[in-house]
């Protein structure tokens, strides 16, 4: 089977070069091609785009955008549909997850950029989403618009199926001109994207283009780069550092890197009718897409005191986990993440023979590992792909003294605990360098509107420009009316 990645508008496919990856589970092969342009072709296409950023897209209003987004969404969650036919069948060959887990994850992801909460998405940064459409009147005086990038380049990583919808509705509702790079871990749903948009709001035709480069060819990636307006741009810290060198001083570069996220159970919720659950919950956050995204656990604090020990739960954990294995089967690994979680837990066995109080609780083929510890002294990650490590702590209220070193790479929370001790914890936690708090179960589906790594989805994209009041009293005084 042969699937065509990425959409470039005003280029003809003839004169595209064309190079294939193939990927292959089991006995079932899928072969991409992904566009490879030339320089030329990559300043025309920039050209493009940005003309029409101008021209088309910042001509619309907010509401015909949430509106077109919203009525593209809707043809993603059909099941009929042919795009999410395609979704169904070929993201789960090209990721290797679990074809019910691309499914259900998909089918929970898509909901948040319905309607409602597209406009929650715009209220959380605008008070007045009118200003993204016109000038509207300042507090101090005079008035304002915000004003989105003519050219936003997306660079996107690949390690969560459909994670480049979220910059390219972020784009749209600030009417920035869009070219995403995809990677070659997940290539197709971005183009899938971009022509399901086009096919609903032909005037979008050349508003946007999904294009794909080797990594490491900085030729093609800086004919884009010197294009563009802003750079928002995802994946390892040390690939993040790299682009950096080659976005030039006037752009704004946003770049979202390597994260680590941890969760959290109070002791009050450790009782014998209740853990079980929170334990089914914690174990979902580690088999959804294989701890994959920066909101994925690395470990969970267990606070002593409860009915269930942190020791009881940890074996709560293995036991959903093993549920989950058989629900959701984990993906193929590669020779070095399969390498990877060897060493993890050859490690975490290495310990416990001087450790009697750790346990390693681990499946007979491998596929999830599990391990008890009372060490707080050192907060390691996880070895990724269904490997946890619980800690127990004499109060979740140590916590925060624990991760704040790690200030810098921290972001979301998943906590289990009563609402007074939920809201104690999220203050000393937000200090720390915590930017996300959320619920058992839902670390790996943010909310719409959340707040990426602490920051605004749309503010960072937009300039405001303002008229002064000066300039507005000015005026006044050449207006025909004025005697």
Known sequence: MTERAGYLPGIAEADIEWQTLDFQRGNAALHVEVPVLDDAQMDALAVRVKLASRTILKA?????IVDITDRAIARLLDRNDPYRRKCEALLPLVTGYDAEMVRLGLTGYLKTFRKPNLQKFIAEDFANPKILDEFQPAPKGGFTKAIGPDLLVHVWAGNVPGLPLWSMVAGLLVKAG??????SGEPLFAGWFAQLLVEIEPRLTDCLAVVWWKGGDTAREDALLKQADTVLAYGGNESLTELRKHVPITTRYLPHGHKVSFGMVAGATLDTRKAAGVAQQAAYDVVRYDQQGCFSPHLFFVERGGRVSPREFTRYVAHA??????KYPRRELT??????????RDAAETEALSHPDMEVIASETGTWCAVYSEDTTTLNPSGLNRTIRIVAVDALDDVAPLVAPFKAFLQTAGIAAPPEELHRLANVLGTAGVTRICALGNMTAPEAGWHHDGRFNLLDLISMVEIEQSAETAAETFAPYTD
């Open 60 to 64: 619309l209003t907010v509401s015909e």
């Open 178 to 183: 869009s070219i995403g790079k995809v990677p």
């Open 321 to 326: 986990l093993a549920g989950f294995e058989s």
């Open 335 to 344: 020779i070095a993440e399969a390498g990877g979680i060897a060493a993890w």
